[in-house]
């Protein structure tokens, strides 16, 4: 019984060094009841009595003890009042899998159901193509659930999840062409229980017109999506997505929601796993790049930091809302992704609807304009290669002597700002241009923004304006041209308007940990960014008269002694938008130690959640074996 306890710890530890060393130690063991048999048999079972129960004591310790130890890991943070980010929304997330949902809005969606938004999640796939999409399904329910999201506000649309063996994905099949998944479906689908969105036929014009339909029954005025991502149905909800939204925004101009764009795999999914710290960090840029792999036209810089729920952290994985809902994902062995993707922040792009040129006429000396207000700003002739999405483009034929692009607006308007978007090829790119309006040059343009991120052009001009001209006076590389082209009454703004106390490393705070010295640098992070004037107004006070606060520069410095905690709060002078609120503590060196010691304990996996998904694991390996056997 003692062998089978240890090579059960065993399957626990990540580290092949580490599960040889039990082995090891199993092997030694082993030789040891060997050696034994030769003692007289009184000695073996005591031996053998007080191993067995050494062991057994362990394991309780670990299934039973664990979750009485982890409780003082949960975050313990101050209330701050969000409703202006979180209160009084329409939101909607579209994901292409169940369980992206925790990837791309996982910390933030509970923020909004809690402040009482109407949150609607869609689901563009079943995730069928390995597991059983009426099982995906359920799942779902139970995850979404627990973010406060009741089950008619969830929406499965019902398409089929690409296979490896797929040659072609849905979205670019031909428009009306009747595509088969890799799980042999032609049609839409959803659960006994819970029926797809519509009942449509597996094609393009399907998915993007379902995805419209979506959109247009809830007009949700906030909109988070997944971005062009590391997955062919992540790439293909992300475009499939614009498209749909292009064809509204054509359509309607009483409607400009607030659009957000993010990342499952590199900011979560696939991010670095660096939970186990003393405070969380906050999501990095694994590419190192300024602009995201994935996507050029996304500058690192220019990301939106959205707080995450601090009511839900802990320095365990144990105590968080996000594993539980990975843990409702079963099927997936999500749980294990825990730590990549908890972060103290959830980054987006945002994507401003408000152009006045979405219904815009326009024309060219040459090439196709109809891409340059579709609110695309990247495209891919096959989401299934991974190549870097360069179609999309206005480019003007070879022998056009003067490339031009020329613009009717619906009605004469003052201008007060253009944007253009090059090519996102970092070696085909637009080196300058003339900007005409009705007529009259008002602007000459250098080399536009490599990557594909808007070029901004104010514009001073008072006089309302009819027509929009664009030449192009240089370019390099055999495929220049332009993705986008944006014009506004005033430049746009996202409403989005908030503060966060960050430590020096710019990592958001809520219950943090000073160093072992006792103190604390922090600083403040503005959406939209405040001027230096704005911060210096900003107020940063202490609850508790022993620790202190003092101001260095432009960052603050905290100093709280051993065992002693207080609540720091920043007080926005002229907007209270710009208000935040942290616990800090200096936690005894035993305290530190227990900590770390629950933490070294979950990282190797000896925690009850790790060991049932290990085992979870392989029972869904042999059944998943089993049935294509079968």
């Not at 000695?43 to 062991?55: E, P």
């Not at 909004?112 to 796939?125: K, L, N, R």
């Not at 193509?129 to 009426?134: F, H, L, Q, Y």
């Amino acid at each position: 019984m003692a062998l089978v306890l240890l090579l059960a710890l065993v399957v626990h530890f990540d580290r092949i060094s580490t599960q040889i060393l039990f082995l090891l130690l199993a092997a030694g063991a082993l030789a040891a009841l060997l050696f034994l048999r030769l003692l007289s048999g009184k000695t073996v079972r005591t031996v053998l009595i007080l191993a067995s129960g050494l062991l057994i004591l362990v394991v309780l310790l670990l299934g039973v003890g664990w979750p009485i130890a982890a409780r003082n890991a949960a975050y313990v943070a101050p209330e701050v009042d969000r409703d202006n980010l979180f209160a009084g929304r329409r939101v909607m997330l579209i994901v292409p899998h169940e369980d992206d949902e925790i990837n791309v809005l996982s910390g933030v969606m509970e923020q909004y159901t809690a402040a009482g938004s109407d949150v609607v999640v869609v689901f563009v796939t079943n995730g069928d193509s390995e597991t059983n999409g009426e099982t995906r399904i359920t799942e779902a329910l139970r995850a979404t659930v627990l973010y406060g999201i009741p089950e008619q506000n969830v929406l499965f649309l019902g398409y089929g999840d690409t296979g490896k063996e797929q040659k072609t994905h849905l979205y670019n099949a031909a428009s009306n062409e009747l595509y088969c998944s890799s799980a042999g479906r032609t049609h839409t689908y959803g659960s006994k229980t819970h029926p797809a969105f519509r009942s449509s036929d597996y094609t393009r014009e399907n998915l993007i017109g379902d995805l419209q339909d979506a959109l247009e029954t809830y007009l949700p005025d906030t909109i988070y999506c997944v971005d062009y991502d590391a997955h062919p149905d992540h790439r293909a909800t992300s475009l499939a997505f614009e498209e749909a939204m292009g064809r509204i925004l054509k359509q309607r101009a009483d409607y400009t929601p607030l659009v957000c764009k993010g990342f499952a795999y590199s900011t979560a999914w696939q991010a670095v796993n660096d939970f186990y710290t003393d405070n969380l960090l906050s999501s990095v840029d694994a590419s190192q790049t300024p602009y995201m792999s994935e996507n050029y036209a996304y500058k690192w810089d220019e990301r939106l930091r959205l707080p995450v729920s601090a009511d839900t952290l802990s320095r365990l994985e144990y105590q968080t809302l996000t594993q539980r809902a990975l843990f409702a994902h079963d099927s997936q062995n999500a749980v294990w992704q825990t730590g990549r993707i908890l972060n103290g922040d959830k980054v987006f792009w945002v994507r401003d609807t408000s152009s006045l040129l979405y219904r815009a006429k326009f024309s060219a000396s040459s090439g196709d304009t109809s891409v340059l207000n579709d609110f695309k700003w990247i495209d891919s002739s096959n989401v299934l290669s991974g190549d870097l999405p360069f179609d999309n483009v206005w480019s003007s034929d070879p022998n056009d002597p003067e490339p031009s692009v020329t613009i009717t607006l619906e009605q004469p308007t003052v201008l007060k700002e253009l944007r253009l978007y090059d090519q996102p090829s970092l070696t085909d790119n637009i080196l300058g241009a003339t900007i005409l309006l009705d007529g009259t040059s008002v602007a000459e343009v250098g080399a536009l923004v490599k990557n594909g991120s808007a070029t901004v052009i104010p514009l001073q001009d008072t006089t309302p304006v009819s027509q929009i001209k664009i030449r192009i006076t240089g370019a390099e590389g055999e495929h220049w041209g332009l993705t986008e082209v944006e014009a506004y009454a005033e430049p746009p703004e996202s409403g989005v308007t908030f503060a966060k106390l960050t430590d020096e490393a710019g990592n958001f705070l809520y219950d943090a940990w000073t160093d072992s010295d006792g103190t604390l640098k922090l600083k403040t992070y503005c959406y939209p960014a405040a001027d230096a004037a704005c911060l210096k107004r900003c107020i940063v006070t202490s609850d508790n008269s022993v620790c202190s606060v003092s101001c260095t520069g432009d960052s603050f410095a905290v100093s709280c002694p051993v065992g002693e905690s207080c609540v720091v709060r920043l007080s926005g002078a002229q907007d209270e938008a710009y208000s935040d609120a942290i616990r800090v503590s200096n936690p005894t060196p035993q305290a530190r130690a227990w900590m770390h010691a629950l933490q070294w304990v979950e990282a190797h996996h000896l925690d009850p959640i790790n060991q049932r998904a290990y085992y979870r694991a392989i029972f869904n390996a042999l059944t998943s074996r089993l049935s294509k056997l079968l």
